[in-house]
């Protein structure tokens, strides 16, 4: 059998490395049988192509490097989505895959989804079934898209199924299987807790990023990713926000902010680069190595984010989290469904009564059904055997 996996951006690399594990581990089970095993074939679209986006990752979580990149890059959705295409249909035709394998939601996974169907390959898709009901959500059209064409969608917990179903796919196609991330969570947590807060913060503060000093081993301090459109593309919002983090939160904590370029761009774009970097107590930091992520996880006293697999690893570590977003397509992690995190989206009001509830509020480490570092391995045994 053979298969054509895709990654495109940071997101997906987290939860292709396991996958790509298991088929090996899958294929040593077979040596000396005679049976085929499984030739896998890696995609890297290009997406995401600065070293600290992609390459870092594929380093530390010894993910092999790509068989074919596709060197798509930045752009809007249609050109990132139709390069994806017409450079993806070309892999498709020459290698003819049995399956071709997409992970989350980004803009590699529907633009390969689509080309993988249009060839007649079948297509299965792993963190299936998550719906936030935003169409205003690139990442939800992507989600839609992606499942309305798979031949077997893998969902990380019930309520993904649950979904699924409402729209009518198939009983046979779903197959729940658990977080393929927390996999890589599971088998990089003990190499993570080794890390020292101090020296991440050395190495990574950008140059001339904020005035915070390193926080003391013991003392607390937040943690911030923002790279949403909805947060970070309307300058009244992320001033709105910038307000908040530079004369409130600051006073209570240090915060750690690791920037995306998204963002970045951004802040220098309305003007606020100027006052994030002269901000007392907060520490700008470049987009962080995921063992790097982990370790400050593991500490904070409070995440605040918009990243859909932080609000994950924040439940399964028990991290207090406030996602920056008014929806969300994980509601698992949801602290009424026993999760960590609450949804204060981009109101500073909500995010300001919710912080202190949350500072006075102790880890609780939550551990959805089938998040077990097992995910990949159910994958692999239900293509193998498909
Ligand atoms: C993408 C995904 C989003 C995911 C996020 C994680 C889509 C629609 N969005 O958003 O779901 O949560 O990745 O990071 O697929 N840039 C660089 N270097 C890079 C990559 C990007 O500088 O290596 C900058 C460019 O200015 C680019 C901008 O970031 O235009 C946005 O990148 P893009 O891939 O379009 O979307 P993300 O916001 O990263």
């Known amino acids: 059998m053979k298969i054509v996996s895709v990654v495109g951006a940071r997101p997906n690399f987290m939860k292709i490395a396991p996958f790509i594990r298991a088929v090996e581990a899958h294929n040593q089970s077979l040596a000396g049988s005679g049976a085929p095993g499984i030739r896998h074939l890696l995609v890297h679209t290009g997406q995401h192509y600065d070293d600290n986006m992609s390459r870092a990752f594929f380093e530390a979580l010894d993910i092999p490097e790509a068989d074919i990149n596709l ?18 249909e070309k892999v498709v035709r020459q290698e003819r895959p049995d399956w071709v ?41 992507n989600r839609l898209v992606t499942d309305r064409l798979s031949d077997l969608l893998f969902t990380p917990d019930r309520l993904s199924g649950e979904n699924l179903r409402a729209e009518g796919v198939p009983e046979d196609r779903i197959r729940f299987v658990g977080n393929i991330m927390i996999d890589t969570l599971e088998a990089q947590r003990e190499k993570a807790a080794a890390l020292d807060v101090a020296d991440i913060v050395n190495r990574n503060r950008m140059g001339g990023g904020g005035l915070g000093a390193v926080p ?6 937040s943690l911030l990713t923002l790279h949403r459109p909805s947060n970070v593309d309307d300058p009244a ?8 983090l530079t004369n409130e939160l600051t006073r209570e904590l240090t ?8 963002t970045e761009k951004q ?15 907060m520490v700008l ?20 984010t918009d990243s859909g697999g932080l609000q994950e690893e924040c439940c399964v570590l028990g991290t207090p989290c406030l996602t920056l977003r008014w929806n969300t397509e994980r509601p698992v992690t949801l602290r009424e469904h026993g999760g960590a995190s609450v949804l204060v989206g981009n109101d500073v ?38």
């Not at 390959?121 to 998550?130: D, M, Q, S, T």
Request: hydrophobic share 45%.
């Open 71 to 88: 060197g798509i890059g930045s752009g809007s959705h249609a050109e990132q989505v139709g390069l994806t295409m017409i450079a993806f």
């Open 101 to 141: 394998v997409v992970v989350g939601d980004v803009n590699a996974t529907c633009a390969c989804s689509i080309t993988a169907k249009k060839e007649h390959v079948r297509l299965a898709h792993i963190e299936a079934g998550l719906r936030s009901r935003d169409m205003t959500m690139p990442e939800e059209v």
């Open 216 to 221: 003391d081993p013991g003392q607390g301090f």
């Open 237 to 244: 919002i992320l001033g709105a926000i910038v307000d908040f």
């Open 255 to 262: 915060l750690l902010w690791t920037v995306h370029p998204r």
């Open 267 to 281: 802040l220098r774009r309305f003007g606020l680069w100027d006052r994030v970097a002269a901000a007392r107590n």
């Open 285 to 304: 930091l470049t987009p962080l190595g995921y063992h790097e992520l982990l370790r400050l996880n593991m500490d904070a006293a409070m995440v605040l």
């Open 349 to 386: 009001d909500r995010i300001r009564k919710t912080c202190r509830e949350m500072l006075q509020r102790g880890r609780t480490p939550a551990r959805p059904e089938l998040w077990d570092g097992k995910t990949a391995a159910r994958i692999v045994t239900a293509l193998a055997g498909d």
